[in-house]
């Protein structure tokens, strides 16, 4: 049942929502004041109360003991939202990578790109608008190549553990399953090279495109420049395909094991 829910997932494109942009900043904007307004708040009130009601010296001390352990407590509150966030983020970037990483979602992936990368997107679309989303749409091909490649990497060494396990047996079933074992590592291997091929294309593009950038292209240079750089990570179903690969190899696997076992 599970995989057949993941299959479903996977067939669907998932798109930003703006439940998603609000969750996102309630979480952000929720991890660095809750140390501020959890100990304070109801530390100024107990404060105020105390105050009007005569100098109350119980209410008093209350606020100042409410402020240290409203101090811990919103420390705490902190860390498990941004623990929580963390682990929401990484579920929604691999929902959103699932038919390749789009121009305007690279924002939500800018922690897999390198120091330099990010200084030149920075710089790019800081000289250049054009250019600036050429650079954009090229590092989300180059983000979705990486991905497929690193993926595809923790396949295929799946496939041959389980290959080295078959080896030690000696029936037809386990021979069946070498054969189809066989065919899968061939098709990764084959997802993994053009993955590779995508990003070695991916990493050109973008060094063009900075080269454009520092000789201060025309207008008609960098709309020539945009017609041959366009990135083609969204063009490519790469993605969609290496994952819906993995979840059959998956079920192929457990299959074969339920029928080895029952043998």
């Known amino acids: 049942m599970e995989a057949e829910n993941w299959n479903t997932a996977l067939e669907k494109n998932y798109e930003l929502t ?6 996102n900043k309630v979480l952000t904007n929720g991890s660095w004041l809750s140390p501020i307004l959890i100990p304070v708040l109801p ?29 811990i407590l919103g420390l705490i509150v902190s860390g498990s939202l941004l623990i929580y966030r963390q682990r929401w983020l990484s579920q929604l970037r691999e929902k959103l990578a699932v038919d390749g990483i789009k121009t305007e979602e690279v924002e939500w992936f800018k922690h897999e790109l390198t120091s330099a990368e990010r200084k030149a997107l920075k710089e ?3 000289q250049n608008r054009l250019l600036g989303d050429a650079y954009r749409e090229t590092l989300a ?12 990497k923790s396949e295929l060494l ?16 386990a021979s069946d399953l070498q054969k189809v074992l066989q065919e899968d590592y061939k098709k990764l291997e084959k997802i993994k090279s053009e993955a590779e091929q995508m990003r070695m294309e991916a990493e050109t593009r973008l060094q063009l495109i900075e080269a454009a950038t ?10 020539l420049a945009l017609k041959k750089l366009t990135a083609r990570s969204v063009e490519l179903p790469l993605a969609l395909e290496a994952l819906k690969m993995e979840e059959e190899i998956r079920k192929e696997l457990e299959a074969n094991d339920e029928k080895l076992l029952g043998e």
Do not use: C, M, Y
């Open 124 to 126: 790019v679309e800081g």
């Open 214 to 223: 520092h000789r201060g292209t025309s207008l008609a240079d960098t709309e």
């Open 18 to 23: 703006r439940k998603d942009l609000i969750k």
């Open 158 to 173: 799946l496939v041959k553990k389980r290959q080295n396990k078959l080896r030690n047996l000696k029936t037809e079933a």
């Open 141 to 152: 091909s180059r983000l979705t190549a990486t991905r497929i490649i690193k993926s595809s």
């Open 43 to 71: 530390a100024l009130i107990l404060f105020l109360i105390g105050i009007f009601t005569g100098g109350n010296p119980f209410l008093l001390a209350l606020s100042f003991v409410w402020l240290i352990g409203g101090f």
